[in-house]
Nanobody, 126 residues
């Protein structure tokens, strides 16, 4: 059974940093797409960042480019989202997602991903 478990969320002041981790178990995702989505109160879940392919290509939503960095540690089946220069508008529940083999759709689309974590709360105060 595949499980994704996020950690690292919390409360931080604007301009601060947080490091989210997503630990996968049940299978490996060494070159499959893994991503982070977020859902703010009263809003839909949206794509944030993804890492995919044999060369760990990355993709980010425009609003986090230059501030967030996604990476993966294949030895530990973990994907990391380093979040710097946080803003109040980054406040949301952050979800980790992983694609199974032959995933369809762009890495920014939720339908690409077969497995989801339970989410971790990130709150940025002004």
């Amino acid at each position: 059974q595949v499980q994704l478990v996020e950690s690292g969320g919390g409360l931080v002041q604007a301009g601060g940093s947080l490091r989210l981790s997503c630990a996968a178990s049940g299978r490996t995702f060494s070159s499959d797409a893994m991503g982070w989505f977020r859902q703010a109160p009263g809003k839909e879940r949206v794509f944030v960042a993804a890492i995919y392919g044999n060369f760990d290509s990355t993709y980010y939503i425009d609003s986090v480019k230059g501030r967030f960095t996604i990476s993966r540690d294949n030895a530990n089946d973990t994907v990391i989202l380093q979040m710097d220069s946080l803003k109040p508008e980054d406040t949301a529940i952050y979800y980790c997602a992983a694609s199974g083999p032959g995933g369809r759709g762009h890495v920014t689309e939720a339908r690409r991903y077969d497995y989801w974590g339970q989410g971790t709360q990130v709150t940025v105060s002004s």
